[in-house]
């Protein structure tokens, strides 16, 4: 009896086809794998193809707004100079001070000489923020400054110098 199924089992493996699942679980399993790789790597493709257009736009758009800035930037301009030739004297320490000569700022400290490191143009321009204040700002060749005027009379001129967040004030030279 033991022979008899020994021979069907013999005899069945060889005519009934037999179904290996481990393989056909495999197979799926890869075809799966490619169809995932393959939508992964369209949305990788979709992905950078509009970031890059985004981002070609964003610098179109910021080009376009520094743009826009520099001409409101030109429209503030009031003028070269609106101060009277003259000296003013720091409060803090009488040796320094500013001389306004021929439209020209001068940065002085007496017993030194003046180079021209210390020379520069005055542009004014109004507040984009707060329209009711002036801005002064000094250029040379070799250095830009600016300042907000907090006064401006016969008897103070008071700036505040925006780098260092401070105010510096003057008072004229009798």
Do not use: C
């Amino acid at each position: 009896s033991f022979n008899h199924r020994l021979v069907f089992a013999e005899w069945s493996s060889r005519t009934i086809p037999q179904r290996n699942h481990s393989q056909t679980v495999t197979t799926h399993l890869i075809e799966l794998m490619e169809k995932g790789i393959l939508i992964i790597g369209t949305l990788i493709i979709g992905i950078f193809h509009f970031g890059t257009e985004k981002f070609a736009l964003g610098n179109v758009i910021r080009h376009e707004s520094k743009k826009m800035e520099l001409d409101l930037n030109q429209d503030l301009i009031l003028s070269q100079t609106e101060f009277k030739n003259g000296k003013w004297i720091s409060e803090r320490d009488s040796l320094a001070g500013i001389e306004i000569k021929n439209g020209k700022w001068i940065w002085f400290y007496k017993g030194r000489k003046t180079e021209t490191s210390d020379i520069y143009d005055i542009e004014i321009q109004k507040d984009s923020i707060y329209k009711s204040t002036d801005n002064i700002i000094l250029t040379n060749r070799y250095k830009t400054q600016k300042f907000t005027i907090l006064e401006n009379n016969d008897e103070l001129l008071s700036l505040y110098y925006i780098r260092m967040k401070i105010t510096l004030n003057y008072i004229p030279e009798k």
